[in-house]
């Protein structure tokens, strides 16, 4: 049987994975598949064994040195047979591991200082419409880097208030959905036929609804957060960690925020962090090799980044994070 089937594997917890889907959806059209971080390597076990894969790219799912090695394994598998692969990212990588992904001729695009989307639409522009660009800055903005060379760029091409909107609408809505796998991928085909995320039925009220949620969280955050030296933080246990973090970091005072909300099921504890703009360390550096060496995982771009921690290691990670951001 011949191979023809495009796959794209993509970050499925914020725009910035759902619009570099989208992008990839536009320019070649086949199949998309969301996960989150710890997801990557399972999807992957799943398509070695696709005897139709031909083509396949893998959009913002950061690398930790906890499974570096065997994403490196499963590139390998997949190159022996003859799967054409572009790898987009823009959170910290191993330099080693840079230098695995050229030799097995993966396509690396890979950019810290862009978010994936901005790079997939300046890697691929002229198979995208105009409207991918509104789309990279969309998850510029939502990802912090709408300061950027590129991403900058793109932004001064709308209306600012224009974007911050749709931006705001578009993450509220993948949020409100991150147990609807189904929703997720109905989003990525509706950007991907150039619709704004206001254009998308319920989109508004969606957002609506997040809104009121997290104005319930301020008053918790303000009666809950804790500060070290470093860093501010709060346990969170009936929201999203992530929803949380920027709360943690802007009402503290401090430079970098953390929360974290335990999954009993696993016995671990999921991470967000953030850094203020006055942050001069790359936190994901940081985070990578800490969360590793306690049993975890994790890793990120400059300012916002995330891990997962064992749950009896939590005070320790802390600990070793504050003195770290000396």
């Known amino acids: 049987m011949a191979r023809t089937k495009v796959v794209c594997v993509s970050h499925k917890e914020d725009a910035d994975g759902i619009g570099a889907a989208s992008l990839i959806r536009q320019a070649f059209g086949g199949e998309t598949k969301l996960v989150d971080y710890p997801g990557l390597m399972t999807e992957l076990e799943l398509l070695k064994n696709n005897e139709s894969l031909k083509t396949l790219y893998i959009c913002d799912l950061g690398l930790s040195k906890t499974n570096q090695d065997q994403f490196i394994e499963l590139l390998t598998a997949l190159r022996k047979k003859r799967i054409s692969i572009t790898y987009v990212d823009h959170h910290d990588l191993d330099e080693k591991i840079k230098k695995k992904i050229r030799v097995l001729k993966v396509k690396l695009i890979h950019n810290i200082n862009e978010c994936t989307t901005v790079q997939v639409y300046n890697a691929f522009k002229s198979k995208l419409t105009d409207h991918s660009a509104f789309i990279a800055a969309c998850s510029a903005v939502t990802d912090y880097m709408e300061d950027r060379p590129i991403g900058s760029k793109l932004l001064q091409k709308f209306d600012r208030q224009f974007v911050l909107l749709e931006a705001t609408v578009l993450t509220f809505t993948i949020v409100s959905h991150q147990k609807d796998n189904e929703y997720l991928l109905y989003l990525v085909d509706e950007l991907s036929d150039s619709k704004y995320p206001h254009d998308i039925p319920n989109s508004f009220e969606f957002a609506r609804m997040q809104a009121e949620k997290i104005s319930g969280v301020i008053q918790k955050v303000k009666n809950n957060l804790k500060l070290m030296k470093n860093l501010a933080y709060m346990e969170v246990t009936d929201s999203g960690a992530s929803m949380v973090v920027n709360f943690v970091l802007g009402m503290s005072g401090k430079d970098v925020g953390v929360s974290y909300k335990l999954r009993e099921d696993h016995g671990i504890y999921a991470v ?5 703009r006055n942050c001069k360390i790359h936190l994901g550096k940081i985070v990578n090799p800490l969360a590793t060496e306690l049993g975890g995982s994790g890793g990120g771009h400059d300012k916002a980044c995330g891990a997962v921690i064992p ?13 770290k951001l000396k």
Request: proline share 0%; glycine share 6%.
């Open 272 to 276: 967000s962090i953030r850094g203020s």
């Open 311 to 323: 749950k009896d290691e939590i005070s320790t990670f802390l600990k070793k994070f504050n003195s």
